[in-house]
């Protein structure tokens, strides 16, 4: 399968006036033995989590340079079909941090199945929001829609769910503007040793949970 690639900046398509929106997963979202994903799907179930975008980040770029092109297709391919499967139509797979002696690495994408799959090197999150930044136009509003469109292009959505390879006592540099409202999954490992259960188990631990959307979990009205 090709790849199609372009310069990792943030000079990404941006459709105007596109209307982000969400899709489903079912929560029982289960591995199988080959690494692919099975599931109910059912669209009246109304247990199901919204899930459009779902996002992976791990590995310095250096890490990410090493896993070469055959485990590169490879890993893009199997994820993304499970991301797919899942009912997601965007994935987003992106660097951990930049890392000590970093290469410089391309920006590309590929259609897998009808779930977009996006591999972005960018592993400083200052770095993208300030192009991002740039990149709007002058006579372009500055606020949440805006800002979020530019970061996440071709991406039509935030991500719903980010699995983190790495302890959940550090978050990744690469991160900014994506801690706000997506739902976090930790999986302490490299980035060499993630696999599709991985993913399919990261689902299946989102499916579970009750989204808050960047609020606070409800207290009791006697404060114990």
Same mark, same amino acid.
């Given at each position: 399968?090709? $790849?199609v690639t372009r310069s990792?900046?943030?000079a990404s398509p941006r459709g105007a006036g596109v209307a982000w929106k969400n899709a489903a997963v079912a929560p029982s979202f289960t591995s199988t033995a080959n690494g692919t994903a099975s599931g109910a799907t059912r669209a009246g179930d109304p247990t199901r989590q919204?899930?459009?975008h779902i996002m992976v980040?791990?590995?310095t770029l250096r890490e990410w340079d090493d896993?070469?092109?055959q485990r590169w297709d490879e890993r893009?391919? $199997?994820l993304g079909a499970i991301a797919d499967q899942a009912g997601a139509s965007f994935l987003t797979l992106r660097a951990f941090e930049p890392g000590i002696d970093p290469v410089d690495l391309q920006w590309w994408e590929r259609q897998v199945g009808s779930c977009h799959v996006i591999v972005d090197p960018c592993g400083d999150g200052r770095q993208r929001f300030a192009e991002a930044m740039q990149g709007l136009q002058p006579d372009e509003p500055v606020n949440e829609a805006t800002v979020a469109e530019a970061l996440y292009a071709p991406a039509d959505c935030e991500p719903d769910l980010i699995v983190v390879l790495g302890e959940s006592t550090r978050l990744p540099p690469s991160l900014v503007w994506e801690l706000a409202y997506s739902e976090l999954v930790f999986h302490p490992m490299g980035w060499h040793e993630l696999?599709?259960?991985d993913l399919v188990e990261a689902i299946a631990d989102?499916?579970?949970r009750e989204r808050r959307f960047g609020g606070l979990d409800d207290e009791s009205d006697d404060g114990s």
């Open positions: 399968m090709s $790849r990792p900046t943030l919204l899930l459009r980040v791990g590995g896993l070469g092109d893009v391919d $199997r696999s599709p259960d989102f499916a579970r």
